[in-house]
T-cell receptor, first 115, second 115 residues
Framework: NAGVTQTPKFRVLKTGQSMTLLCAQD?????MYWYRQDPGMGLRLIHY???????AKGEVPDGYNVSRLKKQNFLLGLESAAPSQTSVYFC??????????????FGQGTRLTVV | AQSVTQLDSHVSVSEGTPVLLRCNYS??????LFWYVQHPNKGLQLLLK??????LVKGINGFEAEFKKSETSFHLTKPSAHMSDAAEYFC?????????????FGGGTRLMVKP
């Protein structure tokens, strides 16, 4: 059972470089999310998607872009990485947006370091 | 708007003793509530969920939580701690569809288990 798969698991970037994080889910979920987790800050929502072809901003969207061209994939892009984007990134998906069925299933995370 | 407060950022127990992790929420609607566990360098795993059925919810690994509407609480308990329970725990609230947006995470409680 794959669930939610993130690639890569680790990455080191130089300031100004770009990269794309890939998230894939095999549960046919409509809703997908990107979070970042920083010490003392908990999980913060970056962007989310309520279905194929749709995206929306979360709590901390600046410096990131996303795309949902296929229902099962949700990509997170950093166009010009900054040290402030050093974090652990989690992708998640859920069957519903709220209420019962809204529990999210998480990937294993991508540890990104920007130097 | 909803919010979640985990009352303790760190909890330390001895192996074999009970565990209590406290969570309070605020919501104008009937929420769905979840507890997640995150082991070091891992993703978040769903422990249990409350979705307006039984107020006492049993989860994996011997954990359970009780929804108390009058106290707006959803505390997580386990009768006897095991070393493998050492992890970070997150309380999460979700409102009914149309009443709110996305999941709201508590700040997390780090559980330490002493031998």
């Amino acid at each position: 059972n794959a669930g939610v798969t993130q690639t890569p698991k680790f990455r080191v970037l130089k300031t100004g470089q770009s990269m794309t994080l890939l998230c894939a889910q095999d549960m046919n979920h409509e809703y997908m999310y990107w979070y970042r987790q920083d010490p003392g800050m908990g999980l913060r929502l970056i962007h989310y998607s309520v279905g194929e072809g749709t995206t929306a901003k979360g709590e901390v969207p600046d410096g990131y872009n996303v795309s949902r061209l296929k229902k099962q994939n949700f990509l997170l892009g950093l166009e010009s990485a900054a040290p402030s984007q050093t974090s652990v990134y989690f992708c998640a998906s859920s069957y519903r947006r709220g209420g019962p069925g809204a529990e999210a299933f998480f990937g294993q995370g991508t540890r990104l370091t920007v130097v | 708007a909803q919010s979640v407060t985990q009352l303790d950022s760190h909890v330390s127990v001895s192996e074999g003793t009970p565990v209590l992790l406290r969570c309070n929420y605020s919501s104008s609607y009937s929420p769905s509530l979840f507890w997640y566990v995150q082991h070091p360098n891992k993703g978040l795993q769903l422990l249990l969920k409350y979705t307006s059925a039984a107020t006492l919810v049993k989860g994996i690994n011997g954990f359970e939580a009780e929804f108390k509407k009058s106290e707006t609480s959803f505390h997580l308990t386990k009768p006897s701690a095991h070393m493998s329970d050492a992890a970070e725990y997150f309380c999460v609230v979700s409102l009914p569809v149309g009443a709110g947006n996305m999941l709201t995470f508590g700040g997390g409680t780090r559980l330490m288990v002493k031998p």
